[in-house]
């Protein structure tokens, strides 16, 4: 069952923030964060593995809370390079990763 | 450069055309992967292959064929396609799976049209 990621789309400022977020509808064992540049291979972000457990990359960051069931990605001061859909994979206890449809981001200067 | 290849690039075919897409990987991982991706709908999983073996099928088509030679090679073989089989189809790849899952790697895609 795939995750539902929101918004669908959000267009940013240089320096602006912007949180998105990826829902499901049963227990997760993990989440997934993947960032795919037009015409490009989807890219890693980060893995979250633990509940309430938040990791980061440079100022992108991502929490994980088991008991809502939900996962947020934040952008922080958004920079051009940040442009990209991204995307949240989840796994439930059976292992199987499903991703969400993608939330375009498009950061202007 | 992802350590994961994909080939052609883009392909054109007609519905009674046979054709097959070729994925690479030089990373070492057992796992490997089939995702067809479409406009504005998630990733879907195709095929996996662990050790060679292929421990997923997700109720596709068989006008789609995998083949898995080694743990370093994927062919996707399609033959008999309709038009809304038209998407870009992305090859990944993994240390292992299950709990040992970890990142995937991805290929660039192959963008498959079918006329």
């Known amino acids: 069952q795939q995750p539902v990621q929101s918004p669908q789309a959000v267009i940013l400022r240089e320096g602006e923030d912007a949180v998105i977020n990826c829902s499901s509808s049963?227990?997760?064992?993990?989440v997934h964060w993947y960032r795919q540049k037009h015409g490009e291979a989807p890219v890693f972000l980060m893995i979250?593995?633990?509940?309430?457990e938040q990791k980061g990359h440079e100022k992108i960051s991502a929490s994980f809370n088991e008991k809502k069931q939900q996962s947020s990605l934040y952008l922080t001061a958004s920079q051009l390079s940040y442009s990209g859909t991204y995307f949240c994979g989840t796994e439930r206890d059976d292992y199987k990763l499903s991703f969400g449809a993608g939330t375009t981001v498009t950061v202007r200067a | 450069e992802t350590g994961v290849t994909q080939t052609p690039r883009h392909l054109v075919m007609g519905m009674t055309n046979k054709k097959s897409l070729k994925c690479e990987q030089h990373?070492?991982?057992?796992?490997m992967y089939w995702y067809k991706q479409s406009a504005k709908k998630p990733l879907e999983l195709m095929f996996v292959?662990?050790?060679?073996?292929?421990?997923e099928n997700n109720s596709v088509p068989s006008r789609f064929s995998p083949e898995c030679p080694n743990s370093s090679h994927l062919f996707l073989h399609l033959h008999t396609l309709q038009p809304e089989d038209s998407a870009l189809y992305l090859c990944?790849?993994?240390?292992?799976?299950?709990?040992?899952?970890?990142?995937?790697?991805f290929g660039e895609g192959s963008r498959l049209t079918v006329l």
């Open positions: 979250l593995l633990k509940g309430g």
């Open positions: 292959y662990n050790f060679k073996e292929q421990t």
């Open positions: 049963k227990a997760l064992y993990s």
């Open positions: 990373l070492g991982h057992n796992a």
């Open positions: 990944a790849s993994s240390q292992g799976t299950g709990i040992n899952t970890g990142e995937l790697f």
